[in-house]
């Protein structure tokens, strides 16, 4: 299979590389701004299977030229079968001290990167791939809400939406699309929420379950929202 995953620098989405690394016939580009995290990615995938077709690009999914990455993805893969848009950032602060330009930054990299990223790519996806978008509880209606996360939740609560709209939209197409509505993972990210709590599922515990569900999951899921998550937070 074809796959671009977005956020594979580290935490889950450097998991769910390496695991769909595992197999030689998935040929992956894993996108993610930090050049080194990434050819550690590299170096380490290489470690389990030599054969892996591992491909890292250092991406912006906000403000780099989507342009050249089409081609590269043109000239790399041809065709997109999987697109995870796992990358994603966090700010932990009380709502009457978060400013605008920090909603809109939630926003821009949660919300706005990947529907850049899935208008550029959706002219290379044939009928019957994979959209899979990575959200979380915090955005998803009805689920406990913590101080702090206010821009944060309501960045992926747009996602979680958008997921919807596009699964009605791109049926027209052929294209499946989902959001996983993730608990907690144990990453620097959750860390950065929660600090000091220690979740009981590991990042590459998740980055496997979300490497597997991009796969498969398609075939019984449609614009669904679908909470993973043994804990709150
Ligand atoms: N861990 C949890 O408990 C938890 C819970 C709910 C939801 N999630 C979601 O799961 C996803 C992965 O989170 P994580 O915990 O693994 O966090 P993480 O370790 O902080 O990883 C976030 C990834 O996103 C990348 N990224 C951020 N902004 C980017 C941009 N503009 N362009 C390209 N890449 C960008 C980061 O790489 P660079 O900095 O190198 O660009 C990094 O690889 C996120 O969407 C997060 O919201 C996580």
């Known amino acids: ?15 769910a590389a390496i695991e769909l690394a595992l197999d030689s016939k998935n040929k992956i580009v ?38 050249s990455l089409v081609s590269f993805i043109q000239n790399t893969l041809g065709q997109v079968d999987i ?16 400013s605008l330009g920090e909603f809109a930054q939630m ?19 044939p009928t019957g791939s994979h959209i899979l978008n990575i959200g979380s509880m915090g955005g998803f209606t ?3 809400k913590f101080k702090g996360l ?15 709209c596009l699964a009605y939209e791109l049926g027209e197409i052929g294209i499946k699309v989902n959001c996983l509505a993730l608990g907690s993972a144990q990453t620097e990210m959750l860390e950065a929420a929660f600090p000091g709590y220690e979740s009981p599922v590991l990042a590459f515990e ?10 498969t ?17």
Do not use: W
Request: aromatic fraction near 8%; include cysteine.
């Open 30 to 67: 894993a996108l993610a701004r930090s050049s080194d995290k990434l050819t550690k990615l590299l170096e380490i995938a290489k470690g389990i299977n030599p054969d892996c077709q591992l491909y890292p690009v250092a991406f912006d999914i906000v403000n780099d030229d989507y342009q």
């Open 150 to 164: 206010a821009a944060y939740s309501a960045s992926k609560a747009a996602l979680h939406t958008l997921t919807e």
């Open 206 to 215: 998740m980055g496997k379950y979300i490497a597997d569900f991009a796969k």
């Open 83 to 98: 697109l995870i848009n796992n990358a994603g950032v966090l700010i932990n602060k009380p709502f009457v001290e978060t």
């Open 142 to 144: 009805g689920s406990v």
């Open 217 to 233: 999951g398609h075939k019984f899921f449609n614009g669904k929202i679908l909470p993973v998550a043994v804990t709150t937070p």
């Open 107 to 125: 926003l821009e990299s949660n919300v706005l990167g990947h529907v850049n990223m899935i208008q550029h790519m959706l002219k290379l996806m």
């Open 1 to 15: 299979m074809n796959i671009i995953i977005t956020g594979a620098s580290s935490g889950i989405g450097f998991e």
